[in-house]
């Protein structure tokens, strides 16, 4: 059966499932020695291949929005690591003029959208397979109605913006319910300067086109035939699909910093619960604070944090909450006390985080006296050291006599009043 390729389902694909479907189709294209590279160290290169004696590494990146010069980059230094003699970046996107900019300079070659889609339909012509399936957002072109529209069209991608809203507007003088006039004035507006914008405007900031410019938008899908009536429909599942991804992202982001910060946490929480297997005590979010602050006297600690941090052990069945402290000046912290579990089963390696910390806290008393010690001793140096520069001063202002000596005799007893401050101070 022959595989159609869709390119809304290659932009649907995940990173290592498009640079597998890139190296199946350069093996369809007569490259040879193709492989996919491991997902980690790969330097920038996902696909290495090889045609009439030229190696090729190529980086796939699977994106929603165009490309900057970081893939071009990366895939230049890759192609020396991996001793090839070209590198390639392939996307279902388009690339901007900075990296077109950056491939020029360095001799990458870039493969975008387009050039996607004439490599599928080369396989597909070679291999007798049926031609690629596309939506109708993927075939339909704006602006081949009337010479006006056109006009518009093309005062668009000069980003004439006044010529083409005049444009457009003529033709809406003469046909009210003309989906793409009004489409057109919307894009002169958003300062969108061709169909592609438009799309990646539509999928990406749908939200922001509808709030800016909601009455052009809606007549032109109101007044759409059945063609662009079908691209209107077509990017709107791709905006769907894009906000249900950033939704997956969002929450796959959350959940990771919300581990990190649990593993982060995991050290302070095992020190309060060390403080309260060796006091017995209760403790508030104030106690909290100040032992925190002692143990890692750099952190910044606040009650917020000690109390979110109570609350935690709280939620795990490690402590319990026993009262509200109604008589504080901060925000009716509760106390709290071990749970009968953590009482009745100590933990072994608690207990050695106790004597740790109470190494630590006897280490770093003896560092604050030692330091203490030295600022003394530095203190007591430049006071002896002081007191032998004044008396030597003293002798020599003795000895000064003579007519010429009153410069002298001045600036020695400057220098003595200072030392005589100092010694003060």
């Avoid at 033709?171 to 002169?188: H, Q, R, S």
């Amino acid at each position: 059966m022959a595989v159609i390729y869709d390119m809304s389902r290659i932009d649907a694909m995940e990173g290592h499932e498009f640079e597998r479907f890139i190296a199946d189709l350069l093996r369809k294209l007569g490259y040879q020695k193709v492989e996919v590279t491991p997902g980690s160290g790969d330097q920038g290169v996902d696909v290495l291949a090889e045609k009439d004696g030229v190696r090729y590494a190529i980086q796939c990146k699977c994106y929603s929005a165009d490309l900057g010069n970081t893939p071009v980059q990366e895939v230049n230094t890759g192609k020396m690591i991996y001793h090839c003699h070209v590198g390639v970046v392939v996307t279902n996107r388009y690339f901007t003029q900075g990296a077109r900019d950056a491939a020029k300079a360095t001799g990458v070659l870039l493969w975008d959208r387009s050039k996607l889609e004439s490599l599928i339909a080369q396989v597909q012509t070679t291999s007798g397979e049926e031609p690629a399936v596309r939506q109708s957002g993927e075939t339909f072109t704006l602006w081949t109605g009337s010479p006006l529209l056109r006009r518009g069209g093309i005062a668009l991608k000069d980003r004439e913006w006044k010529k083409a809203t005049q444009l457009f507007e003529r033709v809406l003088n003469t046909d009210p319910e003309n989906a793409e006039a009004y489409l057109g004035l919307m894009m002169t507006k958003a300062e969108l300067s061709d169909q592609e914008a438009f799309i990646q405007a539509y999928i990406n900031q749908q939200w922001r086109l509808y709030g800016l410019y909601g009455n052009n938008l809606r007549h032109a899908k109101e007044f759409a035939g059945a063609e662009l009536g079908g691209w209107f429909a077509s990017l709107d599942e791709k905006a769907k699909a894009e906000r249900k991804r950033r939704e997956t992202e969002t929450k796959i982001e959350q959940e990771r910093k919300k581990t990190m910060e649990q593993e982060r946490d995991e050290p302070y929480k095992q020190v309060i619960l060390s403080y309260l297997s060796a006091t017995g005590l209760v403790v508030t979010s104030t106690d909290i604070k100040e032992l925190l602050q002692f143990t890692y006297p750099d952190g910044l600690w606040g009650y917020q944090k000690a109390a979110s941090l109570l609350n935690a052990l709280c939620a795990e069945g490690k402590l319990i909450r026993v009262e509200e402290e109604k008589n504080s000046r901060n925000p009716v912290p509760s106390v709290f006390k071990l749970s009968e579990t953590e009482r009745r089963f100590p933990n072994e390696e608690r207990a050695k985080m106790i004597d740790e910390e109470q190494a630590r806290k006897i280490a770093f008393k003896a560092e604050q006296v030692e330091t203490e010690r030295k600022r003394l001793e530095e203190i007591a140096r430049k006071k002896a050291a002081l007191e032998a520069e004044r008396d030597k001063l003293q002798a020599e202002l003795a000895n000064l006599k003579g007519l010429f000596t009153r410069r002298q005799r001045r600036k020695i007893e400057s220098r003595l009043t200072e030392i005589d401050l100092a010694l003060k101070c």
